[in-house]
Antibody, heavy 121, light 107 residues
Framework: QITLKESGPALVKPTQTLTLTCTFSGFSLNTGGVGVGWIRQPPGKALEWLALIYWDDDHRHSPSLDSRLTVTKDTSKNQVVLTMTNMGPVDTGTYYC?????????????WGLGTLVTVSS | DIQMTQSPSTLSASIGDRVTITCRASQSISSWLAWYQQRPGKAPNLLIYKASGLQSGVPSRFSGSGSGTEFTLTISGLQPDDCATYYCQQYDSYPYTFGQGTKLEIK
């Protein structure tokens, strides 16, 4: 059974760096085709894809946020960490961690419950 | 970036109705399209993958069709549980992009 869980601060101040951790189980990021990604959703708005990291350490980032995002993986801990610098109020929203397997059609088939991040001084 | 445009933005229908939501891509994405359902306060849930594949555990009243730039999600026999916002998403090329969502209300 695949599960993912996001953890991190609920409140960050403007200009600070956000660090979120996705801890997963039921699969390995050493398995070919597997990726873990991040998606966010501002309150009342649509979903926005942020980043993906794959089993082979390939990274993909949203171009609009590329300079602010870093995604790393720790396969021994079954964790993926998202770092976003220079946070602002527009970055407020729910951040989701997702599973993808590009060798089985490739949508985001498992999602974490999400974690709400508020950017405010 | 590939733009995904959904219509309508909101939809009101009665129990038992057949409902169709459309998603258009700004360029061809072959069949690399997914549909998600998001109930209020919950994480999205995958319904359809590769345009027409029904995700395991999803009721058969949900179906998807289309290829290229035009896609539809159909709910045959609307149930109270289907009150949610529905999103399409292309995964043909990076950056992956979502539609703006279609909010489905039950009359």
């Amino acid at each position: 059974q695949i599960t993912l869980k996001e953890s991190g601060p609920a409140l960050v101040k403007p200009t600070q760096t956000l660090t979120l951790t996705c801890t997963f189980s039921g699969f390995s990021l050493n398995t070919g085709g597997v990726g873990v990604g991040w998606i966010r959703q501002p309150p009342g708005k649509a979903l926005e894809w942020l980043a993906l990291i794959y089993w082979d350490d390939d990274h993909r980032h949203s171009p609009s946020l590329d300079s602010r995002l870093t995604v790393t993986k720790d396969t021994s801990k079954n964790q993926v960490v998202l770092t976003m610098t220079n946070m602002g109020p527009v970055d407020t929203g729910t951040y989701y961690c997702v599973h993808q397997n590009i060798e089985s059609s490739g949508p985001f088939d498992y999602w974490g419950l999400g974690t709400l991040v508020t950017v405010s001084s | 970036d590939i733009q995904m445009t959904q219509s309508p933005s909101t939809l009101s229908a009665s129990i038992g109705d057949r409902v169709t939501i459309t998603c258009r891509a700004s360029q061809s994405i072959s069949s690399w399209l997914a549909w998600y359902q998001q109930r209020p306060g919950k994480a999205p849930n995958l319904l359809i993958y590769k345009a027409s594949g029904l995700q395991s555990g999803v009721p058969s009243r949900f179906s998807g069709s289309g290829s290229g730039t035009e896609f539809t999600l159909t709910i045959s026999g609307l149930q109270p549980d289907d009150c949610a916002t529905y999103y399409c998403q292309q995964y043909d090329s990076y950056p992956y992009t979502f539609g703006q969502g279609t909010k489905l209300e039950i009359k």
